[in-house]
């Protein structure tokens, strides 16, 4: 006797190799899902946290735990015209002015605002220079004097009160809620990054 194959039973195509373009689409797909993660990360998007002791910690953080924010450069030749608008005294402005002309530092504008309507007064300290200014729903442009890069660090002028002084800048990305700080000696570290 013979095996004989069951008529119903038909060769099936075989499939096809995949294209080399669907893998280099699943390949940048992924390149996109981590540099998208990797956004987050270094720039703090999405970062809310509701304990005050959590919030303290990570607002205190080391050098390493830096939050960066890309701000935009004024440029040299509106230097004198953005100082004369700011808090800075005659002095200061003199001296700062001299340096960017010297190209020691570059004059960036960061506009902050009230992010969390609790209102309060905080202080910019960038290097030698220090600026208070009173958070409002409008943002406030606060010029910051700072080489390439530079540490600014926010500290609250008045007492936070039990909601904290959630204040936000506007970035060359567009608004960014900054960490709430919640109690007086609190710090919050940010890295600038001259664009």
Request: charged share 10%; aromatic share 4%; hydrophobic share 40%.
């Amino acid at each position: 006797m013979q095996n004989k194959p069951d008529p119903a039973w038909q060769p099936q195509p075989q499939a096809a190799e995949k294209s080399p373009n669907m893998r280099l689409g699943l390949i940048g797909m992924a390149a996109c899902v981590l540099m998208a993660g990797a956004g987050l990360h270094f720039y703090g998007g999405g970062k809310t946290q509701s304990n005050p002791a959590i919030a303290a910690e990570s607002a205190q953080g080391d050098e390493s735990q830096r939050m960066g924010l890309p701000l935009n450069v004024i440029a040299p030749q509106n230097a004198e015209q953005a100082l004369a608008g700011s808090s800075f005294s005659p002095q200061q402005q003199a001296d700062i002015l001299a340096a960017v002309k010297r190209r020691d530092v570059r004059l960036v504008a960061m506009p902050v605002y009230d992010a969390t309507g609790a209102g309060g007064t905080i202080t910019l300290v960038c290097g030698p220079w220090q600026q208070s200014v009173g958070l409002t729903a409008k943002p406030t442009t606060v010029i910051l004097p700072i080489s390439m890069s530079g540490n600014v660090d926010i500290i609250p002028s008045t007492p936070p009160g039990p909601a904290g002084i959630g204040s936000g800048a506007i970035t060359v990305f567009g608004p960014q809620s900054l960490p709430v700080l919640y109690k007086q000696g609190d710090t919050l570290a940010l890295t600038v990054i001259a664009q």
